[in-house]
């Protein structure tokens, strides 16, 4: 009667993923134990050639008629075990690339390649975390967070132990029978990071997922995330509208102009790792700063004065 239940709740929760996330996570089975950074260094995997290419990306989308351009020759590459992120005014397509890259969307022109591989329109090459946790209320915060490697077939139990590793180290510990209404909004971020960390591929998509905690928990997050990504370097394109998050946690920026969104500044953010909170106060750290944020704010007042 219990298995008979899991069958049928599993088989509700693949239709759900399905339908809210775009698959953006599924792949094929992995074979064997799975680890994030053995993945990332994968036997015989050529280190040079970067996790991700984007070349000469462009889309429009069709509203009454008539084409609404929202990317215009997009190209930026995120290196293996690179931490990479995208700042630009709201509406720029940032979120459109994701689809782009994830295959949810096929590009107008352009092409996505993943460690050397051609995969545009290509669903399953990577994993994704969205703005919202979106953990299934039914599911434990450890069976959320073991959910992506279930979904490729691995049985619970080959699971639950790596997974209660990663949960401690996320300090999460003694909450892994917990559901997530029981958790505080940061919590429950963690977890859903956690299940991203799992999944088996490579690249892993971060759309915005700290934009709606409050400052605090905001920055105890930024904290954590970097102390977990020096650990295992996946490799990593996030989006933000903090310059500050940026300029913290990533080796490269890309700057997107406003709609229809193209590169407009590649900045190397040249702080070693690992880097620390107080690197907030470096003069350094302030020009940049001050610079990417007279970028935003003119390319902020060229969006007001198209509309």
Known sequence: MEKSYRRRRLKLTRKT????????????????????????????????????????ISKSFS??????????QVSLTVKRQE???IVGPSG????????????????????????????????????????????????????????????????RSEVREEARRWIAKAGLGGFEKAYPHMLSGGMQQRAAFLRALLAPQELMLLDEPFSALDALTRSEMQRWLLEL????????????????????????????????????????????????????????FLRLKRQLSGWMREEQAKSGALR
């Open 92 to 155: 720029c397509g940032k979120s459109t690339l994701f689809h782009i890259i994830g295959g949810l969307v096929k590009p107008d022109a352009g092409t996505v390649r993943m460690n050397g591989a051609p995969v545009t329109g290509q669903r399953g090459s990577v994993s994704y975390m969205p703005q919202q946790p979106a953990l299934f209320p039914w599911r434990s915060i450890e069976d959320n967070v073991i959910l992506s490697r279930e979904l490729r077939g691995a049985a």
């Open 63 to 72: 509203q009454r008629g008539r084409g609404i351009p929202v990317l215009e």
């Open 17 to 56: 993923i399905s339908s809210s996330e775009g698959d953006l996570e599924e792949g094929p089975s992995p074979s064997g134990g799975h680890s994030p950074v053995s993945d990332a260094l994968s036997p015989g995997s050529d280190r040079e050639t970067p996790a991700l290419e984007v070349s000469g």
């Open 229 to 284: 990504w020096e650990e295992n370097r996946r490799s990593v394109l996030f989006i933000t509208h903090s310059i500050e998050e940026a300029l913290l946690l990533s080796s490269r920026i890309y700057v997107f102009s406003g709609r229809p969104g193209t590169i407009l500044h590649t900045v190397d953010v040249p702080f070693p790792r690992p880097r620390r909170e107080e690197m907030t106060e470096n003069p350094e």
């Open 83 to 85: 931490f990479v992120s």
